[in-house]
């Protein structure tokens, strides 16, 4: 008798819980947000916008395309050069440089010290400005160290702790470059450039005399080449090509890094129409596409419209990849969809692709969901391939087991494994047990399994380092 009750309450519940999902699954479909296919492509639309995309430059996708996104995405050549900072933070942490403050002897300069007292005590931005220039005004080399003690509170990217240590640059050489060894903020490279802008051939021939790395002193050609370009340019932007064009030909590692620096300087001094001008005067190939990027970023946000027309007139030749990228992210910045839509109707090529790839990185960390639903309307074919690459890319991060997953679509064998290798790293940090399940339930190579064990073998080994130090 009881087995018989038992067996009519559960089959009461059962009835209750079927009831129970149907409502919410009918309730969903009310409320729960779904695609606007008003905006976005069914997948009958994509295949019919497709049909006439079928030449070999769009299916026939090449080993090169999908070779360089087999590892973890970094910031474009363009993006690490906009930073000053990068080399001083990248050189602290990797090598054994003593940065703490030396006690070094500065001379007293009454008149220096009266000057460095009103700019500090200006109580509003005109009347510093007037403090600060004063103080410019009566720079000279002799009482250089004494007037950098009055900008020495100052953070190492404000204007006015630039422009001293440029001009001082300017007029006391390699003695002022050098006295940043002895300061514990990152310096040399303004000092550097702004002797480089008044005298470009002894600062040249300085730097040639460096030596090319340096792991004891910042004195080295790895560390200083970004102050000797900023300055050259400044002078003479054809020198600075020249300079540019030398390191491509010895395939020098900074080489882009350069070109985007020198870039920079031009658009500061020109503004980015007259420099977008210049950069398509260049001859084709690596320095165009770097300048041409760079352009893009500052174009970008001043005249949007004008930068797009401006790549889209370009995106069709061999070295426009990284202009089409810079402009993918400068738009998703502020439009994702937007940034898509725009790269969906340009020439099927590796360049939309990169472009995809970038856009979709924004939106896999910022709207996955919305990303994740306008994927599953598109067809299989290249552009999703690499859109599913940078979607997994920012996905990773904050959810590491969907984009294992995601990953799995991927149809290129390559790119697919190396998305779900990337993708398996994350996974491991946030999850090793069921990291481990999902690596032994996928059909991975042993290569790519053996990748994921010594990295997180790693990672374990450095945590237990950590730990002990503390």
């Keep these: 008798m009881r087995s018989s009750k038992h067996q009519k309450g559960s089959s009461n519940f059962l009835a209750i819980t079927i009831f129970v999902l149907l409502g919410i699954l009918l309730l969903g479909r009310m409320f729960l947000p779904v695609p606007d296919l008003s905006e976005s492509r069914t997948s009958k639309q994509l295949a019919e916008k497709k049909a006439d995309e079928t030449s070999p430059e769009f299916w026939d996708v090449p080993e090169s395309d999908y070779a360089e996104f087999y590892d973890e995405p970094k910031p474009s050549i363009v993006e690490e050069a906009l930073n000053w900072k990068q080399d001083y933070d990248e050189l602290v942490g990797e090598r054994s440089v003593d940065v703490s403050p030396k006690a070094v002897q500065v001379p007293v300069n009454s008149l220096v010290a009266e000057l460095g007292q009103r700019f500090k005590s200006a109580e509003d931005p005109d009347s510093r400005k007037i403090a600060f220039q004063a103080m410019m005004s009566a720079l000279t080399r002799e009482n250089a160290r004494s007037m950098r003690e009055q900008v020495s509170h100052l953070h190492h990217e404000s204007p006015e702790f630039k422009e001293f240590h440029y001009r001082w640059g300017k007029i006391g050489g390699s003695d002022a470059v050098m006295y940043g060894q002895q300061t514990k903020k990152p310096d040399m490279l303004i000092t550097l450039a702004g002797w480089a802008s008044a005298e470009p051939d002894a600062a040249t ?8 790395h340096d792991k004891r002193s ?12 900023h300055g050259l340019t400044d002078n003479d932007p054809s020198r600075a090509l020249d300079f540019v064009q030398a390191l491509h030909e ?18 500061h001094a020109k503004g980015p129409e007259a420099t977008a001008a210049w950069a398509d005067s260049l001859p ?4 165009r596409a770097v300048a041409r990027a760079r352009v893009v970023w500052d174009l970008g946000k ?16 061999p070295d426009a990849p990284l202009g089409v990228e810079a402009m993918a992210k400068v738009w998703a910045q502020n439009d994702i969809a937007g940034s898509v839509h725009w790269l969906e109707t340009l020439e099927p090529g590796y360049a939309r692709r990169k472009g995809l790839s970038a856009a979709y990185g924004y939106w896999g960390a910022l709207e996955p969901e919305s990303a994740g639903l306008y994927l599953n309307q598109q067809v299989n074919t290249p552009d999703r391939d690499f859109a599913i690459n940078g979607f997994i890319s920012g996905l990773a991060h904050k959810d590491p087991e969907t984009a294992v997953m995601w990953a799995e679509e991927i149809t290129e064998k390559g790119l697919r494994e190396a998305a779900m290798v990337r993708a398996g790293h994350h996974f491991f940090r946030r999850n090793e047990e069921a990291a481990k399940d999902w690596m ?21 080994a450095h945590q237990h380092r950590h730990h002990q130090r503390k």
């Design 205 to 212: 021939d300085w730097f040639s005399n460096l030596p090319k």
């Design 284 to 287: 084709e190939g690596p320095v």
């Design 250 to 267: 010895t395939n020098h590692h900074q080489k882009g890094h350069m070109v985007a620096v020198m870039t920079g300087r031009i658009v």
């Design 440 to 460: 032994q339930g996928t059909p991975l190579s042993d290569k790519a399994m053996k990748q994921l064990v010594d990295a997180n073998n790693h990672r374990k």
């Design 302 to 317: 001043q005249d949007h419209g004008a930068a797009a027309a401006w790549v889209e007139g370009f995106s069709h030749e």
């Design 218 to 229: 910042y004195a080295n050609q790895g560390y200083m080449m970004r102050g000797l370009v």
